[in-house]
């Protein structure tokens, strides 16, 4: 079955930097779209950022545009966000999934299957 594992969550104070990992098995992630999903206490899950089966396409929520940059290694299988710049509002638990469909978009948690476990980011101020 599918699996999606992330890693790199972590404590760091506000204008600090962490780099995400998912690495996923179980499927032919070269050929999935793959999204970032964050969801703070009290709050509903959504979405940060999403890349194209191909990684020639990004989107970005407008609250991380300018300072997240997801990429993707389909060589192994792996998906990352790169955050910089952080700031106590980016507090959340981070998880990664997949495109319900083959080369399918990811825009919203509705587009997306496969959730990972998730991995806590806080950041202090």
């Known amino acids: 079955q599918v699996q999606l594992v992330e890693s790199g969550g972590g404590l760091v104070q506000a204008g600090g930097s962490l780099r995400l990992s998912c690495a996923a098995s179980?499927?032919?992630?070269?050929?999935?779209?793959m999204g970032w999903f964050r969801q703070a206490p009290g709050k509903e899950r959504e979405f940060v950022a999403a890349?194209?089966?191909?990684?020639?396409?990004?989107y970005y929520a407008n609250s991380v545009k300018g300072r997240f940059t997801i990429s993707r290694d389909n060589a192994k299988n792996t998906v990352y966000l790169q955050m910089n710049s952080l700031k106590p509002e980016d507090t959340a638990v981070y998880y990664c999934?997949?495109?319900?469909?083959?080369?399918?978009?990811?825009?919203?948690?509705?587009?997306?299957?496969?959730w990972g476990q998730g991995t806590q980011v806080t950041v202090s101020s």
């Open positions: 890349i194209s089966w191909s990684g020639g396409n990004t």
């Open positions: 999934a997949t495109s319900k469909l083959r080369f399918g978009s990811i825009r919203s948690p509705g587009d997306s299957a496969n």
């Open positions: 179980g499927l032919t992630f070269s050929n999935y779209g």
